[in-house]
C-alpha cells in the first residue's frame, strides 16, 4: 500500500496486546508487511502457499496472522473503523439507518463440498450463493455464505437478524422481489426493521437502474473480481472472508 493508505489503515489498527502491556510476545513483522501480503493474496486470487518466497515474510507467517486476526475478529473490527471513517467522510453517521440487500450466485471451485453448494435454477449457476447487505454508500455491514440453491427470503432471516443485533439503528432495508412475501411481515413484527421491496416494472425492456438497488449491484460487482471472498469460484485453505 502507498504511505498515504497506510496513514489511513494504521490509524485505525487495532492495538496488539501486547503494545498496552497486557502480555504476548511482540510480533516479528510490522503491521505494513503483513496486510501487505494479505493484500496480495486477495488481490491476484492465488493460495498462501504462492506468495513470493523472495519476499519476507514466509507464507506461514502470512497465513497465521490473516487466520488469528479473523478468529479473534480484528479483520473485521478493522473494516468496521475504515467504513465509519468513510462514512464520516461522507457526512454520514457511523451508525446507518437504512441498507440494501441482495444476493449473487456464483461458481464454485472443484474442491468446495457438495454440501454447501447447489444449483441456481433462476439464475443457472451451480455453486455458493453470498448474500449482502450494505449502507447507502454501498459499504458492507453484513455478509453470509449459502449454497446457490438456497432461497433468498430463507437466507436472509439469520442474515437480518444479524444485521439488527449489530446495528440497531437501521430501521429500514430495500430489497428486490425476491424477498417479498412473508419475510417482509416477519421482519416487521420481529425485527421492528421495514423491508420495502423495490420491483422491476414488467413493462420495462432491457437495461434500467432500479432505485436503492444499484447502490449494492455495484458493491456486488467490485467485490466479484476478487476471487478470495465468501462463495468464490477461488481457493481459500481456511474458507476465510476478506470481504467483511
Request: charged share 25%; hydrophobic share 40%; aromatic share 8%.
Amino acid at each position: 500500500m502507498t504511505e498515504a493508505e497506510w496513514q489511513v489503515v494504521r490509524a485505525v489498527l487495532p492495538v496488539p496486546a501486547w503494545r498496552e502491556e497486557w502480555g504476548g510476545r511482540p510480533e516479528g513483522y510490522c503491521h505494513r508487511v503483513m496486510l501487505d501480503a494479505v493484500r496480495y493474496v486477495v488481490d491476484n486470487g492465488i493460495k498462501w502457499a504462492n506468495l513470493p518466497s523472495d519476499v519476507p515474510p514466509p507464507y506461514r507467517r502470512v497465513h497465521a496472522f490473516a487466520r488469528r486476526w479473523q478468529v479473534t475478529g480484528l479483520l473485521a473490527e478493522l473494516h468496521d473503523r475504515l467504513r465509519d471513517k468513510v462514512r464520516a467522510t461522507e457526512d454520514r453517521s457511523p451508525d446507518p439507518t437504512a441498507a440494501i440487500v441482495d444476493s449473487q450466485s456464483v461458481r464454485a471451485a472443484t474442491n468446495i463440498p457438495r454440501q454447501t453448494s447447489g444449483w441456481d435454477g433462476g439464475k443457472k449457476v451451480g455453486g455458493r450463493k453470498r448474500h449482502l447487505v450494505v449502507d447507502c454508500l454501498g459499504l458492507v455491514l453484513a455478509v453470509a455464505v449459502t449454497a446457490a440453491s438456497a432461497q433468498d427470503r430463507d437466507a436472509a432471516v439469520p442474515l437480518l437478524e444479524r444485521l439488527r443485533r449489530q446495528y440497531f439503528s437501521i430501521r429500514l432495508v430495500w430489497a428486490d422481489g425476491g424477498y417479498a412475501g412473508r419475510l417482509v411481515d416477519w421482519a416487521a413484527e420481529k425485527l421492528r426493521l421495514t423491508l420495502r421491496i423495490v420491483r422491476r416494472n414488467d413493462d420495462t425492456a432491457g437495461f434500467v437502474v432500479l432505485p436503492r438497488r444499484w447502490v449494492v449491484e455495484i458493491t456486488l460487482c467490485a467485490t466479484r473480481r476478487s476471487v478470495c471472498i465468501p462463495g468464490s469460484a477461488g481457493r481459500n485453505s481456511e474458507g476465510g472472508s476478506w470481504a467483511g
